[in-house]
């Protein structure tokens, strides 16, 4: 120990004479102030005339000698002193007062004489004694800022074990700016440290983000069959005086008859439309808020409840554990769906069906109530999107149709396609659709023009707009012509108007004929084939740059090999004087019927990962940052990990195919040929 080092040890306990035994009890002297006290009662009292003596200085304590001073130690000692004879008292007391007159140096080398006299019991005695002695906690003696420091660097599982040691540990542990510092590592990203991540659970936030398109990633239009492939066209040659009778879909084996049982599921809630409520009640809801309802207020809480809430549905996501509630009001197969959770009004989250029932269904997804059912297509309906304003769906009538979902109402039809609509995907300018009749149409939402692309040999099963330049936009007002609710304008004839695109606005679609294809829209050709499926693709997903771990992954393999992130650091693109950095490239996923899905490279066309498990084909793939699922003619979802390649989970339930599915942070929606719609939730 460092000679500077000063300790005033609290004194030994005193040795009693016969005047202390006679005249009033011995001083405990476990207090330094006590100890302070003493000598001031000891000292004669001046007079008036002496000036008053200067008080002694403050007595300096290790950390040690003041947790003495709070246990009360000496006072022990004391008790103990007083059961021993006289003499063996003064022996005692004789050693104490040598050892703490004595300075650091003297007392190590009183202690090493000691040391060598001790025979084998007392040093268990030590053994026993310094195991408790020598522990100090160290938040007692820190500041909070160092404290907090400290605990910074642990993990959240750490933190939470420290929080049981003591009620210190737990305050300081329980901190809210450490458990921000948590959930800013995991919570809408994947840690670097851990590999875990954590929802961000948009509806769970104290506030809503207002956006025009409020599902970030709306379920593409996913066609599905309860038959084998080989018997995926049928009645496609009905006349038009059919049209008004119920379209005669894909043939169904026995064991899948039209005659489906309900479905039971465990754990499981069934919810159905409430018939008993007024219907234009229900669907007044979704057009202006009550003013009667007060929003809630805005509600701050912990930030380690915050962490605990999301980590429980991460937990459960990881082991499949989830509660089943089935929507029933179809009266045939659901062949599309998509939800939001994110719109402005109303406060609950919305989902829209379609179905082979030729209607269009509006759902409350909280309670399972029926809103809406829109009613206008006269065959099948096979593919929608919406957004704040609007609705458009396709179906197998060749038509386009734009609702107002809000009300009901349809506001446009456009035709185009001379067969069935199958697949559909819009944004705030460009809507294109693909059809069974091998063909892709782009509309024009600013000006109202189309072109169509030729390519693909069968039916375009999934199309996916993909903006490749999103910083650079044409100088046309970023305006639809469906924004207007109502509109009866017609669909521009220029066709000089088509050509009005957004530099950079790309186009993917996959087909029967086994291809994914992108598509440069001011160019109107094909800029790169995609080729690896055995089978028909029936669906895609785009993961955009800012949903991907390209990030995470480079920074681990900088860390590993430094040498890569030096060749990174010199592929920039060098133009004039600027370096611009190579930006993140989305990732496209792909399902088809060869009971695979694909990741795939879009710079190079190249297949970069291939998942399999599912025994029958994959008719609907869906995906974020933290996991991809799809659902399947074997009548099972399976959710995977995207980076490791495997199968976390199967969901089991639907008693037919699996035709089209939806992925929230906290949820799986997915309709089956069994006319259900289940809600599959892992919020615990």
């Not at 919810?271 to 234009?280: A, F, L, M, Y």
């Not at 995907?425 to 149409?441: E, M, P, Q, R, Y």
Request: with cysteine.
């Amino acid at each position: 120990m460092p000679s500077s080092y000063v300790c005033d040890t609290i004194p030994a306990a005193r040795l009693a004479n016969s005047n202390d035994r006679n005249q009033e009890p011995i001083t405990v002297l476990d207090e330094p102030d006590a100890f302070n006290a003493t000598q001031r009662s000891e000292e004669p009292d001046p007079g008036p005339d002496r000036p008053m003596s200067q008080q002694p200085a403050p007595r300096k304590l290790c950390v040690r000698h003041q947790r003495m001073a709070d246990e009360g130690t000496n006072l022990k000692l004391q008790q103990s002193l007083d059961a021993l004879p006289l003499e063996e008292r003064e022996a005692v007391n004789a050693v104490w007062s040598n050892f703490s007159s004595s300075s650091h140096p003297r007392r190590a080398l009183i202690l090493q004489g000691l040391l060598t006299m001790c025979c084998f019991s007392q040093l268990s005695l030590l053994t026993e004694q310094l195991a408790h002695l020598i522990r100090i906690d160290p938040f007692a003696v820190f500041p909070r800022e160092v404290s907090l420091k400290i605990l910074g660097y642990l993990d959240a599982t750490s933190l939470c074990r420290a929080a049981q040691v003591t009620k210190r540990w737990k305050c300081l542990a329980d901190d809210n700016i450490l458990w921000r510092g948590i959930c800013e590592q995991h919570i809408g990203q994947k840690c670097h440290k851990c590999g875990w991540g954590l929802p961000v659970l948009e509806k769970k936030r104290a506030y809503r983000l207002k956006s025009k398109s409020p599902c970030p990633s709306p379920a593409l239009p996913l066609p599905s069959s309860t038959q084998p492939p080989s018997l995926k066209r049928c009645a496609q040659d009905q006349d038009s005086s059919d049209l008004l009778s119920p379209p005669v879909k894909r043939q169904r084996s026995e064991s899948e008859s039209p005659e489906i049982p309900s479905v039971n599921d465990t754990p499981s809630s069934s919810s159905t439309p409430s018939h008993t409520q007024d219907p234009e009640l229900l669907s007044s809801t979704l057009v202006a808020p009550d003013p009667s309802e007060s929003s809630p207020p805005s509600v701050t809480r912990p930030w380690k409840d915050v962490y605990s809430e999301r980590m429980t549905i991460e937990r459960n996501w990881r082991r499949g554990r989830c509660t089943v509630r089935t929507f029933k009001g179809h009266t045939d197969g659901v062949m599309c769906l998509q939800f939001s959770e994110t719109l402005s009004h109303p406060a609950f989250p919305v989902l829209i069906t379609g179905s082979y029932d030729r209607t269009v269904r509006v759902w409350n997804l909280e309670t399972g109530a029926e809103l809406q059912c829109l009613k206008g297509h006269t065959r099948a309906v096979r593919a929608l999107q919406f957004d704040e304003v609007k609705l458009i769906t396709g179906s197998m009538d060749c038509s386009i149709k734009v609702w107002d979902w809000r009300r009901g109402k349809c506001i446009r039809t456009l035709n185009g396609h001379t067969e069935g609509v199958v697949c559909l995907n819009f944004d705030d300018n460009v809507l294109a659709s693909g059809s069974v009749d091998s063909t892709i149409k782009v509309w024009n939402l600013r000006t109202g023009g189309a072109f169509t692309l030729r390519g693909h040999s069968d039916w375009v099963n999934a199309v996916q707009l993909w903006d490749s330049n999103p910083g650079t936009r044409a100088s046309s007002e970023n305006t639809s012509i469906f924004d207007v609710s109502g509109s009866t304008s017609p669909i521009g004839s220029n066709t000089n108007a088509s050509s009005h695109i957004d530099p950079g606005k790309m186009l993917f679609s996959a087909s029967d004929d086994g291809t994914i294809k992108l598509w440069d829209l001011n160019l109107r050709t094909c800029v790169r084939q995609f080729t690896g499926h055995v089978g028909q693709v029936q669906s895609m997903k785009l993961l955009m740059a800012d949903e991907c771990e390209d990030e995470a992954d480079e920074a681990d393999e900088s860390s590993a090999n430094p040498s890569a992130a030096a060749d990174r650091a010199n592929s920039t693109l060098e133009q004039g004087n600027l370096l611009i950095p190579k930006r993140k490239k989305p990732v496209l996923i792909s399902g088809s019927l060869d009971n695979t899905i694909k990741l795939w490279d879009i710079e190079t066309g190249k297949a970069t990962r291939t998942y399999f498990g599912h025994i029958e084909g994959v008719w609907g793939v869906a995906s974020d940052k933290m996991r991809l699922v799809s659902g399947s003619h074997d009548r099972t979802i399976k959710v995977w990990s995207r980076e490791k390649g495997s199968c976390t989970a199967t969901l089991v339930g639907h008693q037919a195919a699996v035709s089209c599915l939806a992925l929230g942070e906290d949820k799986i929606v997915s309709g089956s040929d069994d006319w259900t719609i289940k809600v599959w939730s892992f919020s615990g």
